[in-house]
């Protein structure tokens, strides 16, 4: 676990120095980037929490940053600098513009109360992810499984149990969102928070409305822009599995620990706490029944032993009750904030790809610029050779019109004659490029030749296109092709050089809150075992002393002088071998 957490990359390093297979040794990134929103700006620097989000059952903290500019009422409650949080204060059944009961979450932020479904809290998430790529957007609790639809069939929306965990989990990801120093600026959440505004006319209007399809093909900083959508359309779309000529190596090394994070949390991490919880699960359940057994027990005894009986049952109920209460903390205070960190190293992996992404696109926009101005030196080369040639062919032309015996030469001045030909005043070069006659048009078609006569006639045409208008035409659509090119590299840099800085900033932020929240739910979990541990210890305690009221059997011999000299808990060593024939 040490070496895990010695090759953590997210730490915070002013000083650290590119390596030479880094990209930004390669990729000229020195230019300013694009005006940015300052809303959507994070880096090193940016005004962070004074402490890190809790997890959920954790303590809250406030914030330390103050806004004087507010877009609307919740974006002022939740810059007030005070220790706010938002709460789901329930969960009611309801069927209102639908025609199938759904369960509603009644959210209260301050004085406003919203009302959403779970779809609505994901397609907040999911606009959320569009809008910030570069950031870590938390996670909603999970999806009901096909099992559990299988299993609990209609009433799988209504498992009491799901409802309370998605409630807490809910809330958490709204807390964490409200807390995040960019994420809580922005306006779509506030009007989540609104009871007022339709969430249906928030997704239909600007700027979720302004997104694109493809966020690569977008930028970075603020994907609504479209003043460049012309120069992105020209980038191209790489997968996440493109390999790169030159890697950056912190971002090889982010990769590299990410996913031994997330292995190792979806791996022993989480199957250990399933199985932990089961455990206690099946041993609450046996303090149960045997509780209930001794409690029946001591209904057929008197005196002390029954006393001590009932005492002793009363002891394993208690036990059943707190066993109870401690799988209700560890699973709020541990597995869930443990299963949503198995959810964050899942969202760092697609940050991390789309980063891996934009580093492609660039490489590729570099490869496709160079490809372009090379067939443009080809085309260019081919235009000066066409154009000796045109001068080499013009100057034998004219020597020709120009030698011996030539009816040109001592004819000067004087004047064709009226019934001359035309064709015979034209120059004789003319002769040297006939016009290709095409296919007839009188020509009789045999049946069924029609689609065989088009394709010549299609081939025949392509055939016939000046040379020298095509070249100059590829030349002209290449220059506007590298232009186009160009342009996109440029706003590709500068992408790459934002989505570089912004994701590891994030990170940076991201590692100091998880660190804080891991604390949080150790503390946690020691703290419920040693309660547990405590409230166990006062009923067993009350039930020895019942015990030891119990007089001893009248058939039982007396001690020997060993057993004299060392005390029992009473003063006297009970013998163990003792019979008892009962009263």
């Known amino acids: 676990m040490d070496n895990f957490e010695d090759e953590n990359p997210f730490e915070t390093d002013v000083d650290r120095v590119p390596s030479e297979t880094s990209s930004t040794s390669k990729v000229n990134i020195s230019e300013p980037s694009s005006p940015r929103n300052p809303a959507r700006t994070l880096s090193s620097t940016s ?4 402490r890190p989000f809790p997890s ?14 507010f877009c609307c009422g919740r974006d002022q409650w939740l810059h007030s600098g005070e220790d706010l949080e938002i ?28 009302r959403h479904r779970y779809s609505e809290f994901e397609s907040l998430r999911s606009s959320l992810v569009k809008l910030y790529p570069t950031i870590i957007i938390p996670p909603i609790p999970s999806k009901q499984t096909i099992g559990d639809y299988a299993t609990k069939q209609a009433k ?17 990801f709204l807390n964490r969102i409200a807390r995040h120093p960019i994420l809580s600026n922005e306006h779509v959440f506030h009007r989540f928070l ?8 928030v997704l239909h209007s600007p700027p979720l409305s302004l997104l694109p399809k493809n966020t690569l093909k977008a930028p970075s900083h603020n994907p609504t822009d479209q003043s460049a959508a012309s120069a992105y359309a020209a980038l191209p779309s790489p997968s996440a599995t493109h390999p790169l000529r030159h890697p950056d190596q912190r971002s090889v090394d982010s990769e590299i620990f990410t996913n031994k994070f997330a292995n190792h949390l979806s791996g022993p991490m989480e199957k250990v706490t399933r199985r932990t919880l089961k455990r206690w699960s099946e041993n609450a359940q046996d303090y149960s029944e045997l509780g209930a057994a001794l409690n029946g027990y001591s209904l057929n005894e008197s005196g002390a032993l029954a006393a001590a009986m009932e005492k002793t049952g009363q002891a394993v109920d208690t036990t059943y009750m707190s066993t109870t209460r401690l799988l209700q903390e560890l699973e709020q205070n541990f597995s869930e904030p443990l299963h949503e960190y198995a959810q964050f190293a899942v969202i760092i992996k697609k940050l991390l790809s789309y980063r891996h992404q934009k580093h492609v696109q ?14 443009l030196e080809e085309y260019e080369k081919s235009e000066r050779e066409a154009k000796r040639l045109d001068e080499a062919l013009s100057k034998g032309r004219v020597n020709g019109l120009r030698s011996p015996g030539s009816p040109a030469e001592g004819s000067e001045g004087q004047s064709q004659p009226q019934n001359q030909p035309q064709d015979e005043a034209e120059e004789p070069g003319s002769a040297y490029l006939p016009p290709h006659p095409g296919p007839n048009p009188y020509k009789r078609r045999a049946p069924g030749m029609g689609f065989l006569n088009a394709l010549s006639y299609t081939l025949h045409g392509m055939m016939d296109v000046d040379p020298e208008t095509a070249r100059r035409s590829s030349i002209s659509k290449t220059r506007e092709t590298i232009s186009q090119l160009e342009d996109a590299l440029h706003l590709s840099a500068q992408d790459l050089k934002y989505s570089s800085s912004t994701i590891q900033a994030d990170l940076d932020r991201f590692q100091r809150q998880k660190v804080a929240d891991l604390r949080e739910m150790t503390i946690s ?6 309660d547990w541990c405590k409230k166990n210890l006062e009923a067993w ?28 808990p009473s003063g006297l060593r009970r013998d163990s071998t003792a019979t008892v024939n009962g009263r």
Not at 194 to 201: A, I, K, N, P, R
Not at 362 to 375: C, H, I, P, S
């Open 47 to 50: 005004p962070t929490l004074s």
């Open 56 to 69: 959920s059952g954790t303590n809250r903290h406030p914030q330390s940053t103050y806004k004087s500019d």
């Open 87 to 114: 709460l789901i204060t329930d969960a009611q059944k309801t069927s209102l513009n639908s025609n199938t009961p759904y369960i509603t979450y009644i959210i209260r932020a301050g004085n406003a109360e919203a």
């Open 156 to 172: 799988a929306k209504e498992d009491t149990a799901m409802i309370a965990r998605r409630k807490r989990m809910l809330q958490t």
């Open 194 to 201: 609104d009871g007022e505004v339709s969430w249906t006319e």
């Open 362 to 375: 660039y490489e590729m926009t570099q490869d496709a610029l160079e490809n372009k101005r090379e067939l």
């Open 525 to 530: 979990m020691a703290r419920i075992h040693r």
């Open 541 to 568: 305690q009350a039930a020895k002393k019942e015990v030891e009221k119990i007089p001893d059997h009248p058939n039982k011999r007396p001690p020997s002088p060993e057993q004299r000299t060392v005390p029992g």
